[in-house]
């Protein structure tokens, strides 16, 4: 019990920070809606576009979640609140999960606004489709969440985090973007979610291997 209310208790103070300043979110909004917007005008929505929806929509996400993710523990360097939340009592398990909620929630918000944005552009009828596509967003987003969030911590020390940041996570997220890709675009052409079980398994087994990795780790991460 004390567990998870260390963890709620960092996870409610990312959120509340993020929500007086809104720095992480609203570049990332607005960095997501530039990106679709601009795909929007270089490809052509001819027949045959809609096979590409889903890899364009996650393109937009990993993009703009990399903004989310890079502020994770560099908003602690200030004052060294870093130092000070590695010796609270809470274990650096609880600090990493905390975080990783925090940036789960932002994340999310900036993917269900930037959705609304996708369906508009690319005149894409979400009606019916919303469910799975939820449940997609929630299994890839975490992973996208815990593997961001460790890293952010790993990069949080030096010079060039904004670079290096991005060069790390993304070929780690191959399988999960690769994964989102396929099944958002199956969605929204009409195949049956059972023809992509296997990445839908994919996104399954990733949460739950990276997940488990980085609480092991995060104390090596952290503390060093």
């Known amino acids: 019990m004390m567990y998870l209310r260390q963890i709620l208790t960092i996870a409610g103070k990312d959120l509340r920070s993020e929500i007086r300043t809104k720095e992480a979110l609203n570049s990332s909004v607005a960095f997501s809606v530039v990106i679709l917007i601009l795909f929007s005008f270089a490809f052509d929505q001819a027949e045959g576009f809609e096979a590409f929806l889903g890899g364009l929509l996650w393109l937009a996400y990993s993009f703009a979640g990399a903004l989310v993710l890079n502020r994770s523990f560099a908003r602690e360097l200030q004052n060294d609140c870093l130092d000070a939340l590695i010796s609270s009592p809470a274990p650096p398990s609880a600090v990493f ?70 060069v790390l996570i993304y070929p780690l997220l191959i399988p999960v973007l690769m994964s989102a890709m396929v099944l958002t675009t199956g969605m929204l052409t009409d195949v049956p979610i059972a023809t992509n079980m296997v990445w839908l398994r994919v996104l399954v087994a990733f949460d739950i291997v990276f997940t488990g990795l980085a609480v092991v780790f995060i104390d090596d991460v952290l503390v060093g």
């Open 97 to 166: 999960l905390g975080k990783a909620l925090a940036n789960y929630g932002l994340l999310l918000v900036v993917e269900l606004l930037s959705l609304g944005v996708f369906a508009v552009l690319y005149d894409v009828r979400l009606s019916g489709k919303l469910p799975l596509l939820l449940l997609v967003s929630l299994l890839a987003t975490w992973g996208m969440t815990v593997i961001g969030t460790t890293f952010s911590a790993l990069t949080v020390n030096l010079t060039m985090r904004e670079l290096m940041l991005p």
